[in-house]
């Protein structure tokens, strides 16, 4: 009768033979990490499915010369549709109204503005308060279409603001002929302006009053306190509000269309009104999505400024 092999190097050896060696820290700490996992994985799956995959489809379409008529199948073209469009007059037009429009509406106007409706509502009366932020509101609430034909039925050559320059006797003008890139901005100025002023005015409600109450003391005024202790203590949150914001912006499409469809001309056609008269007007499938894939990459790019701002500690 033959005696048993030794145990190998980490087998407990028990009254009924050999058992499996102990699992190792390593092993322990992937399986709580499969553990967390499981409860997110549905929604990991989804997002694969119904984020990732579109975009990469629609990244593989930018390469092809995909038509949505006229043509019995696509063919790879390779970086012919963004040679196409550096060399397009029309698609760099779009490319400067969309940064202007952005910088006007977004950076400046929806900012500024939000900022200076939630100081001032910081030290209005409640009835105040309530009834500003509520019209406010509503203007964000309101649907773009909605908002988009309430502006041109304001900016409009017969429309409500050359009535009340008449009225002032002050000359007049059809503004979306002359200034439409200027009139789509305001417009987006006024329906996007109560974010800011909401995350603003959250922000404004975390500073203590303690330091502002001290700074009072010592002699600062209203633009000295606002400059060296407000601004300084909400710039995480002006940093969040601007990177929402002008993605917010660099998408807006039915606002545009609704009160000049681009015009007169292109003098308001932003990216996502060119890729859609490319991809849908024009038929080529392909060459717009190249254009929305460009658009992807500016929204990417002031992303990584924003967030790298985001990093910085007050």
């Known amino acids: 009768m033959t005696a048993a092999p030794p145990a190998g190097p ?3 050896k028990t009254a009924q033979g050999p058992t499996a060696p102990p699992p190792t820290p390593k092993s322990r700490s992937l399986r709580r990490a499969l553990t967390r996992a499981l409860p997110v994985s549905p929604a990991v799956v989804l997002l694969l499915l119904f984020l990732a995959g579109p975009i990469a489809y629609c990244a593989y379409i930018a390469f092809t010369d995909l038509q949505l008529t006229g043509q019995a199948e696509s063919s790879f073209v390779g970086f012919d549709n963004f040679r196409d469009a550096f060399q397009d007059a029309a698609f760099l037009n779009a490319v400067w109204l969309t940064l202007v429009f952005t910088f006007l509406s977004s950076l400046i106007g929806q900012n500024t503005l939000g900022l200076a409706l939630a100081s ?3 030290r ?3 009835p105040v308060r309530t009834l500003t932020g509520g019209i406010v509101i509503t203007a964000w609430v309101l649907p773009e279409v909605v908002a988009g034909f309430l502006l041109y039925a304001f900016f409009r050559r017969e429309g409500t603001l050359n009535a009340i320059l008449d009225w002032l006797h002050l000359p007049s003008q059809n503004w979306l002929f002359t200034l439409p890139i200027l009139a789509v901005s305001f417009a987006n100025v006024w ?3 109560a974010f ?3 995350v603003y005015s959250a922000a404004l409600n975390e500073i203590p009053k ?3 109450e001290a700074a009072e003391v010592d002699g600062a005024g209203g633009w000295r306190r606002m400059w060296h202790i407000t601004l300084p203590m909400i710039r995480r949150s002006i940093g969040t509000n601007l990177m929402l914001n002008t993605l917010q912006t660099l998408s807006v499409f039915g606002l545009i269309w609704v009160m000049t469809r681009g015009g007169p001309g292109n003098r308001s056609q932003t990216l996502p009104l060119f890729m859609y008269e490319q991809a849908f007007q024009k038929s080529m499938i392909g060459y717009g ?3 929305a894939l460009l658009l992807l990459v500016v929204g990417s790019l002031f992303s990584v400024v924003y967030l790298r701002l985001l990093r910085t500690e007050v």
């Open 124 to 126: 209005a009366s409640k």
């Open 196 to 198: 800011s002023m909401l």
């Open 120 to 122: 001032l509502m910081q």
């Open 191 to 193: 329906r996007g302006t």
């Open 210 to 212: 303690e330091i502002t």
């Open 10 to 12: 980490g087998v407990v």
């Open 289 to 291: 999505t190249a254009v």
